[in-house]
């Protein structure tokens, strides 16, 4: 079945249908990955969002070879993606010979990247986002490459505006989002220097039921925790929906190449999303700071222009986190921190 708005489900009953759910197509999707030829590799597909976006893939174009790469310190994430029909290759993808032995795919979605306990390790956290990327780069002259980034790279812009176009130069507050820019930087030297086709993802929080700005303001509001509203405006799209225009992506490549922005294209305040899962929970946010005139917010006009707007929108992402947090259903425990202003992660 093809993900259309019509055939969007009530609630989500629990993991192995979420998995079904992100990873069900739209008939867009399909037809753009039918503009390039040839086999998907996914490297770092091992995160909070490459399976789903590899089974998406498989979806999208079950004749066509698609490859994980990844470490597979989880095995059960190397065996799920086989039950897909993807094909998986352990990889440290710091090890130079392990990427130049990899093989040759014409189609790359780039998602290895260090940001949880970035502050941890600083050194390890460039390695992993500006080291990395300069090597699959090399390894790799003649793929289309869509690199996922973030709307972190940008600085931080007015609540009030339409938020960050890619035309706003890098600017970011600390050493992860900073990390992040070099990321970019790689893939933008390389693609100069061998006509690399690419796109620059840079994707603003991702809406999964287990994780993301809404579990995390759903769960606050659930169990009476503080609420800090200091960042208090944020943009974010269904994890489907970001898996689906990272992919399509592909189909739209530039040489050299270029940033896209992708998330809602909802400027959104902390305070009324609250609000709204109070409602729902009958219980009253507990609400702490004063919103800030600035927040990282990004203007996905281009993105709606090229793929329309996300299938799924603000309400039902509403509704169906709140149906998931008021049953207890499994969390990741990786919290979002998208209230931190300092870059510090």
Not at 5 to 12: A, H, Q
Request: hydrophobic share 45%; charged share 20%.
């Amino acid at each position: 079945m093809l993900l259309t708005r019509d055939t969007l489900p009530k609630t989500i009953p629990d993991i192995a249908a979420l998995d079904d759910l992100l990873c069900r197509p739209s008939q867009a999707l399909v037809d753009d990955i039918s503009k390039v030829d040839g086999d998907i590799m996914i490297l770092g597909v091992a995160g909070k969002m490459g399976p789903t976006l590899a089974g998406l893939a498989k979806a999208a174009a079950p004749d066509r070879r698609v490859i994980g790469v990844a470490r597979f310190s989880d095995p059960a994430v190397k065996g799920w993606l086989e039950q897909r029909g993807i094909e998986t290759i352990n990889c440290d993808l710091l090890d130079e010979a392990e990427i130049k032995a990899l093989p040759k795919a014409p189609n790359i979605i780039f998602m290895a990247g260090r940001k949880f306990g970035a502050e941890g390790d600083l050194s390890l956290t460039w390695a992993m986002n500006a080291h990395v990327p300069a090597l699959v780069a090399q390894a790799f002259p003649a793929s289309r490459i869509v690199a996922f980034s973030t709307g972190c790279v940008y600085p931080f812009v007015p609540v009030d505006g339409k938020g960050s176009d890619e035309d706003v130069a890098p600017n970011p507050p600390g050493e992860y989002a900073q990390s992040c820019v070099g990321r970019e930087r790689m893939f933008e030297y390389f693609s100069r220097k061998f006509a690399t086709p690419g796109r620059l993802f840079r994707l603003n929080y991702a809406i999964d039921m287990r994780y993301g700005v809404l579990h995390d303001i759903a769960t606050k509001v659930l169990s009476g925790a503080p609420i800090d509203v200091s960042l208090g405006h944020v943009n974010f799209i269904w994890q489907g929906d970001a898996a689906s225009q990272a992919l399509r992506c592909l189909a739209h490549c530039t040489t050299p190449t270029s940033p896209i922005n992708v998330s809602g294209h909802e400027i959104l305040a902390v305070r009324d999303l609250a609000a709204k899962f109070g409602a729902r929970f009958g219980r009253e946010p507990v609400i702490v700071g004063k919103e800030e005139p600035t927040a990282w917010l990004t203007d996905t006009s281009q993105a709606v222009r090229l793929f329309g707007l996300p299938v799924v929108d603000t309400e039902q992402l509403i509704a169906w986190t709140a149906d998931w947090v008021a049953r207890a259903m499994p969390s990741l425990g990786k919290p979002t921190k998208y209230e931190v202003r300092d870059g510090r992660y």
